[in-house]
């Protein structure tokens, strides 16, 4: 049977509860159905972190970890996140991690092999699922959104966004309409790349470095209750030790730094 996109992806949207109860947004999720992405999964990845953020990371989807888990960023490329975040002087407190697409879309391995080899979600599904992060964004209102990688970044500014042309810089996100905020609020937004990138790297140590010094521009803009020992953020060797010189981020002022290893797909 052949299904249009939009009988495949309906969207969130009625699945959605009317709530400012962030536990009872995470409760819903599983009932989704909002697009096709359910019925292979294991169950819904909604966010985790502290109700009080000031950072809200966002990711892709869950991984083949995270969705028999059911926890965001609990794979490899969770703990290349969480270390990377330690180093760029971020607390841990301070910081609320999940993804614009709450399932995890997967395909068989053509080999034969038992394994769940990772698929992009098309436009369809992140537009789909949009409702989701949206209702999490609101209610956390974080002072920082990180888009962690191409996916990411699309969901907040469209297709035409290139995270390596804008990565450690600080973007304004208009907040939608309908959350009745001031006209014209906006949410600082620091894309980067996303962490499983960092893990493909051929040179590791390098895009490691500069995940990390796309991070500290994140904390550079918090208050310092979110900082580890009150960094500065800017303090301290990177993994390979390598000097690099410091890019300054300031709010509402997109720089565009460009840099090559930017990531296209294929994440974990
Ligand atoms: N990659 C993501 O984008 N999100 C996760 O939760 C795990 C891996
Ligand atoms: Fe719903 Fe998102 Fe899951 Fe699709 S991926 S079923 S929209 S929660």
Not at 63 to 76: A, H, I, L, T
Not at 125 to 137: D, S, T
Not at 215 to 231: C, W
């Amino acid at each position: 049977m052949v299904t249009t996109r939009k009988e495949a992806h309906p969207g969130a949207a009625d699945f959605v509860p009317a709530t400012d109860d962030l536990d009872a947004l995470a409760q819903a999720v599983q009932g989704c159905r909002g697009c096709d992405l359910y019925r292979d999964a294991t169950q819904a990845v909604f966010g985790q972190g502290p109700p009080h953020a000031d950072v809200v990371l966002l990711g892709e989807q869950p991984g083949d970890m995270e969705d028999k888990r059911g926890e965001p960023f609990v794979g490899p490329a969770g703990g290349l996140l969480h270390r990377a975040l330690r180093e760029a002087g971020m607390s841990e407190k301070t910081v609320y991690v999940t993804n614009v697409v709450k399932h995890f879309r997967w395909r068989q391995d053509p080999r034969g092999g038992k394994r769940r080899i990772h698929q992009r979600p098309d436009a369809g599904h992140i537009a789909a699922c949009r409702p989701w992060w949206h209702g999490e964004v609101r209610l956390l209102r974080p002072k920082v959104l990180v888009a962690l990688g191409a996916t990411a970044g699309e969901a907040l500014f469209g297709a035409s966004f290139r995270v390596g042309k804008v990565r450690g810089t600080v973007l304004d996100w208009p907040i939608p309409e309908d959350w009745d905020e001031q006209p014209d609020a906006t949410i600082a937004v620091v894309p980067t790349v996303h962490p499983s990138s960092v893990l493909r790297a051929p040179d590791r140590d390098e895009a490691y470095a500069g995940f990390v010094e796309d991070l500290r521009s994140v904390t550079e803009l918090l208050p310092e209750r979110d900082r580890i020992d009150g960094s500065d953020g800017r303090r301290g060797a990177n993994s390979s030790g390598s000097v690099r010189a410091s890019r300054t981020a300031s709010l509402g002022c997109p720089g565009s730094t460009l840099r090559p290893g930017s990531t296209l797909g294929g994440e974990l």
